[in-house]
């Protein structure tokens, strides 16, 4: 329980130190369809992906602790470590099947947290959803949780440079309406359900 209320302190702290003024004011943050998150239940958030800057941008947009795998090594580094612990990202270990993170992301669905999950598993240079991975409708049917589509609008183009003088691209981040989970873990429902994802991020980002 003491674990949980640090946890939930040093996310507050940092999305509203940190992440706002970067999102509000250098990025001129805006949110669409605010009326499609979920408030109650856990659920798996499926967006593109762009940028670095992607997670926190995401997590405090929606306003949900939304925790996201990030790299091993990071936890590495002592603060910085600490930091993305405290603040729910869970490591995973690029190249491999790893189990433990599969139990990782199970275990914080049943405890009632939110998990994030760039659909492409790694940046694309368009923005745009390009080759999806079935990751994320196998945890929906393992766990029985709504599936979010969410775009995130211009992040793979945050700063634009003109004779040496930065331009800060608007942040737009539209969430669509709620995917049911897959029936079964079979390979055409786990791959219908992924492209109708692809479908729904592509859409909203236009």
Do not use: W
Request: hydrophobic content about 45%; proline content about 6%.
């Amino acid at each position: 329980m003491k674990n949980h209320i640090i946890q939930k302190f040093i996310y507050e702290l940092v999305s509203k130190l940190f992440v706002l003024p970067i999102y509000k004011f250098l990025f001129r943050g805006h949110l669409i369809g605010r009326e499609n998150i979920p408030q109650k239940d856990s659920f798996i958030m499926v967006s593109n992906h762009g940028s670095l800057l992607d997670p926190p941008l995401l997590g405090h947009a929606l306003g949900r602790n939304i925790s996201f795998m990030a790299k091993a090594e990071l936890f590495k580094i002592p603060l910085l470590g600490f930091v993305i612990r405290a603040c729910g990202a869970y490591p995973v270990k690029r190249g491999i099947a790893d189990k433990n993170t599969i139990k990782t992301a199970c275990k914080k669905l049943s405890d009632n947290n939110c998990i994030g999950i760039f659909i492409d598993g790694t940046r694309q240079k368009n923005g745009r959803v390009n080759k999806p991975k079935q990751g994320a409708a196998l945890l929906a049917f393992k766990n029985q949780k709504l599936l979010l589509p969410v775009a995130i609008v211009n992040s793979h183009r945050l700063i634009k440079f003109k004779f040496c003088i930065p331009f800060f691209s608007k942040i737009v981040i539209k969430v669509g309406k709620p995917v049911q989970p897959p029936q079964n873990s079979s390979r055409i429902n786990l791959n219908s359900v992924t492209m109708l994802l692809q479908e729904r991020i592509n859409n909203l980002i236009g």
